[in-house]
């Protein structure tokens, strides 16, 4: 009976594991150095099946790129005493520093609601915000806020439609990453849905870091902020006496 | 040419920043300003943390003040003596000004006192020096003898010391108590004072403009030495690739405004200062006058 059972479990599950995610990317590590000024990641890959390609419903991908979490206070102005203040704040318990979504066609199509929630999927969703204090009401709208401002200078993207996908096997898409960059592991996802629901995920990362003297210079304000701050003064009292004795030396 | 910054983590034109910085050395040399209150908003502007930007800024005034200073006492226009006095005051008055700072922080709302603080002391600052210099230019146009310095009640003080090059013979109180004012509006506004220091010496203390110049930008260099060393240690947000930026632009500029303002009258140079002190006061006040673009703002979290 034990042995029918595995059988029998191993036949159901087996078209939901039938395909399987092949990938390659350009680079799996970005190093930050003097003259970066933003990043393109090709991520492209293949699906893997033993049978024939299923026609209905048609295959869809979706690709996320996610940086480091941080915690971020948002904060809202308002008209007091005639002058623009600070007022309301929400604390945002965790935003991705980046996070970019690229899919083959329209999120909404590719993805239903339920299946974005369990895998976080889209950019809303992506964001974890707990709680706002008792005053505010409208919390969505910090959050709203957070998304625009970060959409805005590239931090966070929506890609739809730029992940192509040849006959349902071969797929491709770039990912444009922004020059401000913070270091960390960049989580990429990349899902293969059908009819919206997901039917295989693969997970790898992306090793951002600042290299050389950004590096250097970096753990050396850290490690040892004094001599990084003396280091600091001397450069400054250097430069202002070499330009004067420069000038002075012009003149004669 | 971009260049990717190792503390700010953003990546900056760096002609753009030697351009500015060679702006503001310029006017830091001619009127003996640290240009902290221009330089500060002016790299919010391109994309600089706030934070990075007021740490930074502090390090590439010593640079420029120190270039300025440099010429000033080639031609012997530094009060030594002042200028000391002025910085005992001024160390203290920066302490204090950090316990204040630190107090205005845990009530929040620490920005917003920042930028009404500026709007006021430049309007106040910008508008009487605007007035008085238009008053001093008209007078000698007209030809009437410029009026003598009055002796009141400033001349009655005990601890009285000489100044020889500032020509004074007062008490050492008033320079004392202009020092740690400076010092306490200095360590709360981010910047060296200089905007302040220049017209309470000029006002207040009686000091002839062109010592003031000098004597303003040595005490500068030591305020702003030690409030970067504090930035460099507590918040490690010094910048020393845009500090290098900015200063090497910034010390050619201090060089080139010291002779521009040695060439210029006093009036002259105090009106300029003065238009331009209003301009800043201005365009801070539309800022809070006007409705913003975008009324929410993100910070990050936890870092009070």
Same mark, same amino acid.
């Given at each position: 009976?034990?042995?029918?059972?595995?059988?029998?479990?191993?036949?159901?599950?087996?078209?939901? %594991?039938?395909?399987?995610?092949?990938?390659?990317?350009?680079?799996?590590?970005?190093?930050?150095?003097?003259?970066?000024?933003?990043?393109?990641?090709?991520?492209?890959?293949?699906?893997?099946?033993?049978?024939?390609?299923?026609?209905?419903?048609?295959?869809?991908?979706?690709?996320?790129?996610?940086?480091?979490?941080?915690?971020?206070?948002?904060?809202?102005?308002?008209?007091?005493?005639?002058? %623009?203040?600070?007022?309301?704040?929400?604390?945002?318990?965790?935003?991705?520093?980046?996070?970019?979504?690229?899919?083959?066609?329209?999120?909404?199509? #590719?993805?239903?609601?339920?299946?974005?929630?369990?895998?976080?999927?889209?950019?809303?969703?992506?964001?974890?915000?707990?709680?706002?204090?008792?005053?505010?009401?409208?919390?969505?709208?910090?959050?709203?806020?957070?998304?625009?401002?970060?959409?805005?200078?590239?931090?966070?993207?929506?890609?739809?439609?730029?992940?192509?996908?040849?006959?349902?096997?071969?797929?491709?898409?770039?990912?444009?990453?922004?020059?401000?960059?913070?270091?960390?592991?960049?989580?990429?996802?990349?899902?293969?849905?059908?009819?919206?629901?997901?039917?295989?995920?693969?997970?790898?990362?992306?090793?951002?870091?600042?290299?050389?003297?950004?590096? %250097?210079?970096?753990?050396?304000?850290?490690?040892?902020?004094?001599?990084?701050?003396?280091? #600091?003064?001397?450069?400054?009292?250097?430069?202002? %006496?070499?330009?004067?004795?420069?000038?002075?030396?012009?003149?004669? | 040419?971009?260049?990717?910054?190792?503390? @700010?983590?953003?990546?900056?034109?760096?002609?753009?920043?030697?351009?500015?910085?060679?702006?503001?050395?310029?006017?830091?040399?001619?009127?003996?300003?640290?240009?902290?209150?221009?330089?500060?908003?002016?790299?919010?502007?391109?994309?600089?943390?706030?934070?990075?930007?007021?740490?930074?800024?502090?390090?590439?005034?010593? @640079?420029?003040?120190?270039?300025?200073?440099?010429?000033?006492?080639?031609?012997?226009?530094?009060?030594?003596?002042?200028? *000391?006095?002025?910085?005992?005051?001024?160390?203290?008055?920066?302490?204090?000004?950090?316990?204040?700072?630190?107090?205005?922080?845990?009530?929040?709302?620490?920005?917003?006192?920042?930028?009404?603080?500026?709007?006021?002391?430049?309007?106040?600052?910008?508008?009487?020096?605007?007035?008085?210099?238009?008053?001093?230019?008209?007078?000698?146009?007209?030809?009437?003898?410029?009026?003598?310095?009055?002796?009141?009640?400033?001349?009655?003080?005990?601890?009285?010391?000489?100044?020889?090059?500032?020509?004074?013979?007062?008490?050492?109180?008033?320079?004392?108590?202009?020092?740690?004012?400076?010092?306490?509006?200095?360590?709360?506004?981010?910047?060296?004072?200089?905007?302040?220091?220049?017209? @309470?010496?000029?006002?207040?203390?009686?000091?002839?403009?062109?010592?003031?110049?000098?004597?303003?930008?040595?005490?500068?260099?030591?305020?702003?030495?030690?409030?970067?060393?504090?930035?460099? *240690? *507590?918040?490690?947000?010094?910048?020393?690739?845009?500090?290098?930026?900015?200063?090497?632009?910034?010390?050619?500029? @201090?060089?080139?405004?010291?002779?521009?303002?040695?060439?210029?009258?006093?009036?002259?140079?105090?009106?300029?200062?003065?238009?331009?002190?209003?301009?800043?006061?201005?365009?801070?006040?539309?800022?809070?006058?006007?409705?913003?673009?975008?009324?929410?703002?993100?910070?990050?979290?936890?870092?009070?």
């Amino acid at each position: 009976m034990r042995p029918f059972l595995i059988l029998l479990a191993f036949v159901i599950a087996l078209p939901v %594991w039938a395909e399987d995610i092949v990938l390659g990317l350009s680079k799996d590590q970005v190093s930050i150095n003097t003259s970066f000024d933003g990043s393109e990641i090709l991520i492209f890959g293949a699906v893997k099946r033993e049978e024939p390609i299923p026609d209905e419903p048609r295959l869809h991908v979706i690709v996320t790129v996610s940086g480091p979490s941080e915690r971020v206070t948002v904060r809202r102005k308002e008209k007091r005493f005639g002058i %623009w203040v600070n007022t309301d704040a929400v604390e945002v318990d965790r935003a991705p520093s980046f996070y970019a979504v690229s899919s083959s066609t329209l999120l909404g199509l #590719s993805l239903t609601e339920t299946e974005d929630q369990r895998h976080s999927v889209s950019i809303p969703r992506a964001i974890r915000s707990v709680g706002a204090p008792m005053n505010i009401t409208d919390s969505e709208s910090f959050t709203r806020a957070l998304i625009r401002i970060k959409s805005a200078s590239n931090q966070y993207q929506l890609n739809e439609g730029t992940v192509s996908v040849d006959e349902q096997t071969l797929f491709r898409t770039a990912i444009e990453l922004p020059a401000a960059l913070t270091e960390g592991v960049y989580e990429t996802r990349i899902f293969l849905t059908r009819g919206g629901n997901v039917v295989s995920k693969y997970e790898t990362s992306i090793l951002v870091r600042k290299v050389g003297m950004e590096r %250097w210079l970096y753990a050396l304000s850290r490690e040892n902020a004094f001599l990084y701050g003396l280091m #600091s003064l001397a450069i400054a009292i250097a430069a202002g %006496w070499g330009a004067s004795a420069i000038f002075t030396a012009l003149r004669r | 040419m971009q260049i990717f910054l190792p503390i @700010a983590e953003v990546s900056v034109n760096a002609f753009l920043l030697l351009g500015l910085g060679g702006l503001v050395g310029v006017l830091s040399g001619m009127f003996g300003v640290g240009g902290g209150f221009l330089m500060t908003p002016l790299l919010f502007f391109i994309g600089i943390p706030p934070a990075v930007a007021v740490a930074t800024e502090a390090n590439q005034i010593v @640079a420029s003040s120190f270039s300025g200073v440099l010429a000033h006492f080639k031609r012997k226009t530094v009060d030594l003596r002042m200028g *000391t006095v002025l910085l005992i005051g001024g160390l203290i008055g920066a302490a204090l000004g950090v316990l204040v700072f630190n107090y205005l922080k845990s009530l929040g709302q620490v920005d917003l006192l920042v930028k009404l603080c500026y709007v006021v002391f430049l309007g106040v600052i910008g508008g009487l020096m605007f007035l008085e210099s238009l008053r001093a230019i008209r007078n000698t146009r007209k030809g009437a003898p410029p009026k003598r310095k009055k002796h009141n009640w400033i001349h009655g003080l005990p601890f009285k010391m000489r100044f020889r090059v500032s020509g004074l013979y007062i008490s050492v109180i008033p320079p004392l108590v202009v020092g740690v004012a400076v010092g306490i509006l200095a360590a709360i506004m981010g910047v060296g004072g200089g905007f302040i220091m220049v017209p @309470a010496m000029i006002y207040l203390l009686g000091m002839p403009t062109k010592v003031v110049v000098g004597t303003s930008l040595f005490q500068i260099i030591f305020v702003t030495a030690f409030t970067t060393m504090l930035h460099a *240690t *507590t918040n490690y947000t010094v910048d020393i690739v845009l500090a290098v930026l900015l200063l090497v632009g910034g010390v050619v500029g @201090a060089q080139i405004g010291a002779r521009i303002g040695v060439k210029m009258k006093a009036e002259q140079l105090r009106i300029l200062l003065a238009m331009m002190v209003l301009a800043v006061c201005g365009k801070l006040a539309m800022d809070l006058l006007l409705q913003p673009a975008e009324l929410y703002s993100l910070g990050a979290a936890g870092g009070h």
